[in-house]
């Protein structure tokens, strides 16, 4: 049975009111939160590490800034995404304490490493392709500060997904045969990790059903995995590529692409830490906080020193 509060808080959320810091509402939807928008955070943060392994062998310096742009707009999503989760009384350096002894979940597919310049092409089609479709629904989230973060990631995520676009168009139009089929290749790597990126089937997926009458998902998992599916198979097409799929094809009666199974084995053995990169991710994370510490003390001293200064 319900609470007389946490009828006016499903009362709020059915009437699309969003819900707000200061609001009411249920430990479960508080907890579920935490844990959704922390992940979230700590995705943007380990997925700016496939990135960089390639600042530094960008092919012109066009490319290279172009990189790191992109690279310091994700490290701002996560700083947006601690900040929110914070309005939930959430500890942001616990938080981030849990991702580096492992206990915290990231996206999956940041435990893949990007073996060619290509890769970079890839992620920002297929990676950040497959985070809008996510977002975009995101916006509408019943959390107001989670929902109003998600409006300024969006506009960025989407160039960042041009720009990936661009780069494999390039390698396709004007490459030679070899870049060409670093493109494939890439392809052949990130398609299925793009597709995990959705979690597991719906009937498969144990906070769906709640988080979808609290309005944090509006869209189920398999539901956005169909979409990603059907916005990206005709720009794969255009770039004159394919999919590692033999079962992928368009389905007329449906109007929507049939594609094959995804090997579940595989994504429970990433989220476990077992994926190829998991260990050397959170060592990295790690090892720039640690490298990192003199960097915050001396901005603390700063502050201090002015402080006193301005009470002088
Ligand atoms: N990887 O019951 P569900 C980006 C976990 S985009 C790892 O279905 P839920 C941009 C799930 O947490 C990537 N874990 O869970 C970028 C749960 O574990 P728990 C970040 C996964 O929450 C681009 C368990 O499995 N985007 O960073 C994954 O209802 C390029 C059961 O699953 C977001 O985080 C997975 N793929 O639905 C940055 C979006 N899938 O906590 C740099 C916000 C599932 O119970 C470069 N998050 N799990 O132990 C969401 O929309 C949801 O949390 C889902 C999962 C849809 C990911």
Redesign the pocket.
């Known amino acids: 049975e319900m609470s007389p509060e946490e009828r006016a808080f499903q009362e709020k959320i059915d009437a699309e009111t969003k819900i707000e810091p200061k609001n009411w509402m249920p430990e479960g939807y508080r907890k579920?939160l935490v844990?959704?928008?922390s992940?979230?955070a700590h995705?943007?943060v380990?997925?700016?590490l496939?990135?960089g392994n390639w600042v530094t062998r960008a092919p012109t310096l066009k490319r290279k800034l172009q990189l790191m742009a992109?690279?310091q707009d994700?490290a701002g999503?996560g700083l947006y995404l601690y900040s929110a989760m914070e309005t939930l009384g959430a500890d942001r350096d616990e938080e981030i304490e849990k991702l580096h002894q492992g206990k915290a979940?990231?996206?999956?597919?940041?435990n893949y490493p990007t073996l060619n310049w290509a890769d970079m092409g890839a992620?920002?089609w297929l990676?950040?392709g497959?985070?809008i479709v996510?977002?975009v629904v995101?916006q509408r989230t019943s959390y107001g500060p989670y929902s109003r973060a998600m409006i300024r990631i969006c506009k960025e995520?989407s160039f960042?997904q041009r720009q990936g676009y661009q780069i494999l168009l390039d390698m396709m139009r004007e490459g030679t045969e070899e870049q060409k089929q670093m493109v494939q290749d890439a392809i052949n790597r990130l398609w299925w990790p793009a597709l995990?990126?959705?979690?597991?089937h719906d009937d498969?997926?144990?906070?769906?059903q709640q988080?979808m009458a609290w309005k944090?998902?509006r869209k189920s998992?398999d539901e956005?995995r169909q979409m990603f599916i059907d916005q990206t198979v005709p720009q794969l097409e255009y770039l004159g590529c394919t999919a590692p799929d033999p079962d992928l094809k368009w389905n007329e009666e449906t109007g929507h692409y049939d594609f094959g199974e995804i090997n579940w084995q595989e994504?429970y053995d990433?989220?476990k830490g077992n994926g190829p990169c998991n260990r050397e991710r959170i060592n990295t994370r790690k090892k720039a906080i640690e490298e990192g510490a003199w960097v915050r003390e001396a901005a603390v001293a700063y502050a201090k020193k002015q402080k006193q200064r301005a009470a002088a």
């Open positions: 579920t844990r959704q928008i992940q979230h995705s943007e380990v997925g700016m496939p990135e992109k690279i994700e999503h979940k990231y996206s999956s597919i940041f992620v920002g990676v950040d497959a985070a996510n977002q995101l995520e960042h995990m990126m959705f979690g597991p498969e997926s144990p906070n769906s988080s944090i998902k998992n956005l994504f990433v989220l």
